[in-house]
């Protein structure tokens, strides 16, 4: 009897987490959901991936369109590489500080994860001093698609 109670509390207790994060995730839905709607009436500011000159050394490919399918490298992972690069961090040292994977902040600088989660988006404003203006720029949020 003792062990269905604990099970009993073990599941209560998981779906009380489970609660918290699908709250969490709404309301960081509810916030994107919001800033669209804010800017849904004005014109792209920014130009396109397509339209941005990205030099490359000589003899090297551009890595954004070496092979098809590639992913291309967003405002968002070029503001967080220049970040990192500033502060002469390793991307391992840079997930550590967000806690992220390392793989996490490989896909965020290269464009294979566009959009992160609401709980990463507050821990770059408050760990890196990233202004909020800033980083919502960054996201692309308001680009047109092709």
Known sequence: MASLVRRVHNVESDLRALERVVVVEMAALATRIEILEEHADLPNPFPSTTEVAVEQPAGRPDRRTSHAGAPRPSRFGA???EERRRRGWTQQRMADELQIS???LSHLETGRITMPEHAVLQRIVRRLGISSA??????DLFEEEE
């Not at 800033?134 to 996201?139: A, D, F, G, N, V």
């Open 79 to 81: 503001l967080l590489l």
């Open 102 to 104: 390392r793989e996490t």
């Open 134 to 139: 800033t980083l919502i720029e960054s996201l």
